[in-house]
């Protein structure tokens, strides 16, 4: 079965790094755009970046941009996402997002949570 774990998830005061990480097994992780979202208390999901397949071009949510940083190793089969300057409003479950025109897969999540 097609499986996306995130990893990486915890508990940093304001102004620190964190740096997330997602897994791909079972399926050809290269031929995947992959996303990663993000849910906060209360709030609907939204979407934090986005990677092309072969890691040449990347998209930001306005609230990140410049302080969050989205990459890839397909041979690793994992896609990264490093957090720097993290803010409060931050604070979410975190979400791993693989798709391809005939498929898409959500990972499991991982807490971020940002508080002194």
């Known amino acids: 079965q097609v499986q996306l774990v995130e990893s990486g998830g915890g508990l940093v005061q304001p102004g620190g790094s964190l740096g997330l990480s997602c897994a791909a097994s079972r399926f050809t992780f290269s031929t995947y755009i992959m996303h990663w979202y993000r849910q906060a208390p209360g709030k609907e999901r939204e979407l934090v970046a986005t990677i092309s397949r072969t890691g040449g071009s990347t998209n930001y949510a306005d609230s990140v941009k410049g302080r969050f940083t989205i990459s890839r190793d397909n041979a690793k089969n994992t896609v990264y996402l490093q957090m720097n300057s993290l803010k409060p409003e931050d604070t979410a479950v975190y979400y791993c997002?693989?798709?391809?025109?005939?498929?898409?897969?959500w990972g499991q999540g991982t807490q971020v949570t940002v508080s002194s």
């Open positions: 997002k693989a798709v391809a025109s005939w498929a898409t897969y």
